[in-house]
């Protein structure tokens, strides 16, 4: 089966979508400066929600009633927001936006292989596993062999983002199981107003009540990470997804890193190893490699 062909809308749809997310981790480094990160975690998924309330009553998308439909939102928020924002949220307190880009791109790779375990509809194939296995060893390389020796607080800082993408890998197999007859802009308000649920008891109770007397580019970048890099950003996930399927919506990730890198090294004067370069051109190839149509353009070939 053919992927649906990405037209010039799509493709720019896409770039944006890549710009707004590499973009979330450059605002969860300006919001680190005075917020912790659990905090910025609530704050996201909190002020996400008008946006998307208000796209749901001018569609005429009704809220359901079912108490296991909200039961799976719950989990879904947890899986998809509250536990990878908070693991990433805290490992950028360490390392370079950039870098959490990176790490972060695994999750392509591995949500293919855990999909093809709990899925009965996605085989697991050898061609996952050979994405899965340049996807970890990109990781191995972006992370260094002195990592494993020497375990301090950046090396689980990257490792708080390795868990952070086998969170989402999860998500998309709980929402493929529980949640796929719901409409997808519902599906998005849910698992936003369960991970607001659930970050409001444990961000109180870790870092506390939330100061109000921040910075006025600190209130900026928390907005904006509520807003754009996540109302919007849903938004217009879905809307690619109706336009030019998952399989290329999978290809939005390989762009992410570069905008995170860029802006980065632009505002922040972050600067990455050249490991890291070596370690996303790998992670890339593992993602290429999932996706199936560079090899089967080869073979063609």
Known sequence: MTSPTISPASALMMLALSAIWGGS???????????PPLT????????????LFLVLRLRGIALPRSARIWGAYLVMGA??????????????????????????????????VVAGIFLVDERLTARKFSGAALGLLGVAVVIGPDAARDLDLRSLAQLAIIAAALSYAFAGVWARKHLSAQPAQMNALGMLAGSTIL????????????????APGT???????????TSCAYLLYFAILRRAGAANLMLVT??????????????????????????????????????GRVLRSLRRA
């Open 199 to 214: 970050m409001i008891p444990i961000a109180l109770m870790v870092d506390g009540v939330p100061r109000m007397d921040l």
């Open 254 to 291: 390989l762009m992410i890193p570069p905008f995170a890198i860029g802006l980065g090294a632009a505002f922040l004067d972050e600067a990455l190893a050249p490991s890291a370069y070596l370690g996303l051109a790998i992670i890339a190839a593992g993602i290429l490699v999932t996706d």
């Open 40 to 51: 910025i975690t609530l704050y996201r998924v909190a002020l996400a929600l008008p946006l």
């Open 79 to 112: 899986l998809n927001n509250a536990l990878p924002f908070s693991l990433i949220f805290w490992g950028q307190a360490s390392i370079e936006g950039g870098l959490a880009s990176i790490l972060n791109g695994t999750a392509a790779v591995f949500g293919a």
């Open 25 to 35: 981790f450059f605002f969860a480094e300006i919001a680190l400066t005075q917020v």
């Open 219 to 229: 209130w900026a970048a928390l907005i904006a990470l509520a807003v754009l890099s």
